[in-house]
């Protein structure tokens, strides 16, 4: 298995700019989990899906923020427009169903920079 | 106060050096992690546990449900273990997300 796969792996764009950030979680996983790294703050959950569906967006940070998983392989994260204050690094992670442990796996993860 | 707490915030041993880092927690959980970030990179899932002890290599994680408390311990440090460690807690019931230590940075000088 591949593992969780994020793209880009390094974004660079200017303000106002979309940005839109994909992951693969691993197959056979049911949950979709999108975090954001900052110095300053951490690791922040942004929303997460269950079997596709958007269970807690909480987390988004504002309306410039939308996720979406169309199919149980692929996950988008789109800032729009996107500000100097989104830089940070995005991870993605997937995880088993309840009942099948609930080991966690993350991606690689994608550092955007908005300048 | 956070509801999970790690202990040091920044640790500097010299290789060999037997390695202790600490996570509390105030809030029932279901299973805690620890996951380790090099420079840089990923992140990469040491452990997951929700009792006892496990162990993988020279790493070795224990928890205590009933004090809310676990600890990676690290044994024969080496400057290749350098790197952030993170504590995370799932909690209970049905939900589903990680709520994170805010990590311990860990040097291991040669």
């Known amino acids: 298995d591949a593992g969780v796969i994020q793209s880009p792996r390094h974004e660079v764009t200017e303000m106002g700019q979309e940005v839109t950030l994909r992951c693969k979680p691993i197959s056979g996983h049911n949950s979709l989990f999108w975090y954001r790294q900052t110095m300053m703050r951490g690791l922040e959950l942004l929303i997460y899906f269950n079997n596709n569906v958007p269970i807690d967006d909480s987390g988004m940070p504002e309306d410039r923020f939308s996720a979406k998983m169309p199919n149980a392989s692929f996950s988008t994260l789109k800032i729009q427009p996107s500000e100097p204050r989104d830089s940070a690094v995005y991870f993605c992670?997937?995880?088993?169903?309840?009942?099948?442990?609930?080991?966690?796996?993350f991606g690689s993860g994608t550092r955007l920079t908005v300048v | 106060k956070n509801e999970v707490e790690q202990s040091p915030q920044n640790l500097t041993a010299q290789e060999g050096e037997f390695i202790t880092i600490n996570c509390s927690y105030s809030v029932g959980i279901s299973a805690l992690h620890w996951l380790q970030q090099h420079p840089g990179g990923g992140i990469v899932s040491l452990f997951m546990l929700s009792s006892g002890k496990k162990k993988h290599g020279r790493l070795i994680a224990t928890i205590n449900i009933q004090e809310k408390h676990s600890s990676l311990h690290i044994t024969a440090s080496h400057p290749r273990d350098s790197a952030v460690y993170i504590c995370?807690?799932?909690?209970?019931?049905?939900?589903?997300?990680?709520?994170f230590g805010s990590g311990t940075q860990l040097t291991v000088l040669p």
């Open positions: 992670a997937s995880s088993r169903p309840l009942g099948g442990g609930v080991g966690y796996t």
């Open positions: 995370a807690v799932l909690r209970g019931g049905s939900a589903r997300q990680l709520t």
